[in-house]
């Protein structure tokens, strides 16, 4: 029988997102704001109180909750999350336990299997920080140092998952994660969850959004069908 886990951090009011600071070090919260646009009581005249619907209106900033990064997002003029093929979005897993690092301990070339291993394979890391989901130790996050990613590039892996904040160090300023991967059309998604049901198991990885013209990145519903 199919077995399917779900990798997707639940997307609410309120929820978690990114911070980021203007020159003046104040910071801009990125969340979801989710609410009813047409309640039960307000649709029921329009059917004789016979029946009645909830209309939700929600809004956000495409870079939040579990979510994938078109090669838009870094490289002005490169694809958008519309023109990312489906066959793109689906392909065979390895997850890669990371769960000793630490944002001071970063794991490396060293610590990835060989290329011919990776080729063509969703790529997850296990960091277990989604343990602090919700928590201030959320945005302080472990992360792959640069010749491990360069090592990952060279494997030509087909997509980057990390169960953490951002694919990329916060104090490396190209971003080369972001900006390696998303150039060669590797697609990244971020603050996954619940990897750790995946240790010895052969899956396929799923990473949809909805078909958005125009979006940079767009929040997705992240699972593993296991094989």
């Not at 793109?88 to 000793?100: C, E, N, Q, T, W």
């Not at 011919?116 to 201030?136: K, M, P, Q, S, Y």
């Not at 490396?172 to 969850?193: C, G, M, S, Y």
Request: aromatic share 10%; proline share 5%; hydrophobic share 40%.
């Amino acid at each position: 029988m199919t077995r399917f886990i779900d990798l997707t951090q639940t997307f609410e009011n309120g929820m978690p997102g990114f911070r980021m600071c203007d020159k003046a070090g104040q910071a801009t919260e990125f969340t979801a704001r989710i609410h009813p646009f047409l309640t039960h009581e307000e649709s029921k005249p329009n059917y004789g109180g016979n029946a009645s619907f909830e209309i939700t209106e929600v809004h956000f900033q495409t870079s939040i909750g579990t979510y994938l990064d078109a090669p838009r997002h870094r490289h002005e003029g490169m694809g958008d999350i519309a023109s990312l093929e489906i066959s793109s979005l689906i392909s065979h897993g390895i997850v890669i336990d990371a769960r000793g690092c630490s944002p001071n301990t970063p794991l490396t070339a060293e610590d990835l299997p060989r290329a011919d291993t990776l080729a063509g394979r969703a790529v997850l890391i296990n960091f277990g920080w989604d343990r602090h989901w919700g928590a201030e130790e959320y945005y302080n996050f472990p992360y792959v140092d640069r010749r491990g990613l360069q090592h990952l590039l060279d494997s030509e892996i087909s997509l980057f998952g990390v169960d953490a904040l951002n694919a990329d160090c916060p104090k490396d300023l190209e971003r080369p994660a972001h900006t390696w991967f998303l150039k060669n059309n590797i697609h990244i998604v971020e603050n996954l969850t619940g990897l750790e049901q995946l240790h010895g198991q052969a899956f396929r990885f799923f990473a949809i959004p909805l078909k958005v013209r125009g979006a940079a990145a767009f929040p997705i519903r992240a699972f593993a069908e296991i094989e």
